[in-house]
């Protein structure tokens, strides 16, 4: 993959459930925007899925390529962190998630990764998008399409594990499957509704406090003050431009999915210190 030969090492991907409830990796839940099919993917099987062409929409050199199994996913992103997001809200998504993770070996490996979550406030100083060159290699936790800027202390550690959704019920579900790995609730903005239903959904799970994850342009510095002060790491999506990227950095965020990694890290290579925020310089 481009993003791991460039020394990317925090990849993000969906995942939602076939028609015969096999998790797959693809962004949309209907099938015309990027495969030669039609209808929505949970009405498919597998087989079904797996004979669509779902390359020749980005470019006739991806021609024939199938919609792949997370359980290939997680073959060729091992030793990478992965940000795995579960797309939807089928109510066996985490479920069979779980037991693609565990064939994988994923499971022992995050929680280790993870065994030190607990201490997390003390290190969420929000400056993980700021500072040194981006490292590339693995064990130093790398400049990433889904952490633009990353130091390696848990939050975006390689080999590691973040399970994220928009859902907060499919949140749930996985917590009480996986309440030693890293969560992340993908939301709009941080406010307080947000913090006292994110630390509602902790408590009752008796976890660590969930990473939050804002939209990239409603993002700001008190929302993201607010969440590091309740022990929440943040990590913006929605990052479409320059102004987006930085505008999380001097929010500061830990990091952000972008699908432009090699941009992203020449841009904070040649702007070290961005704004007045707290991630500043």
Request: charge should be negative; glycine fraction near 10%.
């Amino acid at each position: 993959m481009h993003a791991l030969d460039q020394g990317f090492h925090n990849i993000e991907t969906d995942c939602q459930l076939s028609a015969d409830e096999i998790p797959v990796n693809i962004h949309g839940e209907v099938l015309e925007k990027t495969t030669n099919g039609s209808g929505g993917v949970s009405s498919h099987t597998v087989d079904e899925l797996q004979r669509l062409d779902a390359g020749s929409w980005f470019s006739s050199e991806f021609a024939g390529q199938r919609i792949p199994l997370l359980s290939e996913v997680l073959v060729l992103l091992a030793g990478a962190h992965l940000h795995l997001e579960l797309k939807f809200k089928q109510p066996l998504l985490p479920t069979r998630v779980v037991e693609a993770l565990r064939a994988a070996g994923y499971i022992p490996s995050a929680a280790a990764q993870l065994g030190h979550l607990q201490s997390s406030p003390a290190e969420s100083t929000g400056r993980d998008l700021e500072g040194a060159e981006p490292r590339t290699q693995a064990s130093d936790g790398a400049a990433t399409s889904a952490g633009c800027r990353i130091e390696g202390r848990g939050t975006f550690g390689v080999p590691g594990l973040t399970i994220t959704s928009f859902h907060l019920d499919q949140l749930q579900r996985s917590l009480k499957l996986l309440p030693h790995v890293r969560h992340a609730w993908l939301v709009q903005e941080l406010d307080d509704g947000v913090l006292a239903t994110a630390a509602a959904a902790a408590a009752a799970a008796g976890t660590a406090p969930l990473q939050l994850c804002p939209r990239a342009n409603a993002c700001t510095a008190e929302g993201v003050a607010a969440a590091l002060s309740r022990g929440h790491s943040v990590r913006g999506w929605g990052v479409r431009s320059i102004e987006d990227l930085d505008r999380l950095r001097a929010c500061g965020a830990h990091g952000c999915t972008v699908d432009w990694p090699d941009v992203a890290r020449r841009h904070i290579l040649e702007n070290p210190c961005v704004g007045t925020g707290t991630a500043s310089c």
